[in-house]
Nanobody, 120 residues
Framework: QVQVVESGGGLVQPGGSLRLSCAAS????????MNWYRQTPGNQRELVAG???????NYAAFVKGRFTISRDNAKNTVYLQMNSLKPEDTAIYYC??????????????WGQGTQVTVSS
């Protein structure tokens, strides 16, 4: 069994910063790509940023230059540093991880999400 848990969301003023964390735990042998998505009511979940196990990153155009994704492989954790936040960044932020288990199975595991609200 694998758990993925996000943390670090909250209320922040426009122009402010937040750092999200996402930790995977359980029956883990290795973790491949880890990604951050976000979703607002009535809209599809959209990719924000992704990072491979070797540290290569990719970003959605709407966060380039403002958000930074990083990971700590020893802790099975991925981070999302969000700067210069805008009201339109308000969403539930989800993390996923491609997990390989000790028993040889591989699957994509999602967290439950953390709310980010940008408002004055």
């Amino acid at each position: 069994q694998v758990q993925v848990v996000e943390s670090g969301g909250g209320l922040v003023q426009p122009g402010g910063s937040l750092r999200l964390s996402c930790a995977a735990s359980g029956n883990i042998f290795k973790i491949g790509n880890m990604n951050w998505y976000r979703q607002t009511p009535g809209n599809q979940r959209e990719l924000v940023a992704g990072i491979t196990s070797s540290g290569s990153t990719n970003y959605a155009a709407f966060v380039k230059g403002r958000f930074t994704i990083s990971r700590d492989n020893a802790k099975n954790t991925v981070y999302l540093q969000m700067n210069s936040l805008k009201p339109e960044d308000t969403a539930i932020y989800y993390c996923n991880a491609f997990v390989g288990t000790m028993t040889g199975t591989n699957f994509l595991s999602w967290g439950q999400g953390t709310q980010v609200t940008v408002s004055s």
